[in-house]
T-cell receptor, first 115, second 112 residues
Framework: DTGVSQNPRHKITKRGQNVTFRCDPISEHNRLYWYRQTLGQGPEFLTYFQNEAQLEKSRLLSDRFSAERPKGSFSTLEIQRTEQGDSAMYLC?????????????FGEGSWLTVV | DQQVKQNSPSLSVQEGRISILNCDYTNSMFDYFLWYKKYPAEGPTFLISISSIKDKNEDGRFTVFLNKSAKHLSLHIVPSQPGDSAVYFCAAIHTNAGKSTFGDGTTLTVKP
C-alpha cells in the first residue's frame, strides 16, 4: 500500500472560484481526517469521517467548506467562493483504530494558493 | 485556547549530541500523545507515540517521555543526525473525541 494519496498537490485559483481536493486513504482505514496548515502553525482539525459518516466538524469549517466520503473510501473537500485567507496546505489523514490505535497517517498535502 | 503548546519555535544542536523537544498540554482528558516530523512541502510523518498509561516509550534513537502530573512530554533524539533537521509537531488525542490536536511545531536544526 502506498499510503494516503492526495491530489492535486498544488492548486492556484482566483478568488471567488471553487476548488475540490481528493483524498484516498490507506486501504481499509475506516477513519479519514482533514486538517489545514498555514506557515508557522501546526495542523488544524477541520473534520473527520468514520466510514461514510461525518462525525465532527470544526468551527473553522465555514459554510463555504464541504467534505464528503460517499462510499466510505475516498473523500473530497470542496471550498466554494475561495478567499485569500483560504490559502494553506490541506492535509488528509487516515487511521484504523482497531489495529493502529490512535495513530493517524498523513498524505503529502494539497497546497492551495488563492490569488 | 491552545491546548497543546510547543514553546520553543526552534532548536539547534550539534551532530551526535542529544536533541530534546518539549511539549505541554492543558487538557487532562488527553490520553494518547504522538510526535510527527515534517519536511517542507510534505505531510507530517509519524515518529513515535505514547499512551497515558506509560511514562516512556523508546524506538531506536527516539524516546518519548510523558509526565502526566506536569502535563508535559518530551522527545529525545540520540544521537542527532543532520537528516533529523525538520519541524517536529507533538499531538494529543482524547480517544473518545477522535481528533488529534497539534502544537505549532519546533524547527530542529542539526549541524554537521
Amino acid at each position: 500500500d502506498t499510503g494516503v494519496s492526495q491530489n492535486p498537490r498544488h492548486k492556484i485559483t482566483k478568488r471567488g472560484q471553487n476548488v475540490t481536493f481528493r483524498c484516498d486513504p490507506i486501504s481499509e482505514h475506516n477513519r479519514l481526517y482533514w486538517y489545514r496548515q498555514t506557515l508557522g502553525q501546526g495542523p488544524e482539525f477541520l473534520t473527520y469521517f468514520q466510514n461514510e459518516a461525518q462525525l465532527e466538524k470544526s468551527r473553522l469549517l465555514s459554510d463555504r467548506f464541504s467534505a464528503e466520503r460517499p462510499k466510505g473510501s475516498f473523500s473530497t473537500l470542496e471550498i466554494q467562493r475561495t478567499e485569500q485567507g483560504d490559502s494553506a496546505m490541506y492535509l488528509c489523514a487516515s487511521s484504523l483504530p482497531r489495529y493502529s490505535g490512535n495513530t493517524i497517517y498523513f498524505g503529502e498535502g494539497s497546497w492551495l494558493t488563492v490569488v | 485556547d491552545q491546548q497543546v503548546k510547543q514553546n520553543s519555535p526552534s532548536l539547534s544542536v550539534q551532530e551526535g549530541r542529544i536533541s530534546i523537544l518539549n511539549c505541554d498540554y492543558t487538557n487532562s482528558m488527553f490520553d494518547y500523545f504522538l510526535w510527527y516530523k515534517k519536511y517542507p512541502a510534505e505531510g507530517p510523518t509519524f515518529l513515535i507515540s505514547i499512551s497515558s498509561i506509560k511514562d516512556k516509550n523508546e524506538d531506536g534513537r527516539f524516546t518519548v517521555f510523558l509526565n502526566k502530573s506536569a502535563k508535559h512530554l518530551s522527545l529525545h533524539i540520540v544521537p542527532s543526525q543532520p537528516g533529523d533537521s525538520a519541524v517536529y509537531f507533538c499531538a494529543a488525542i482524547h480517544t473518545n473525541a477522535g481528533k488529534s490536536t497539534f502544537g505549532d511545531g519546533t524547527t530542529l536544526t542539526v549541524k554537521p
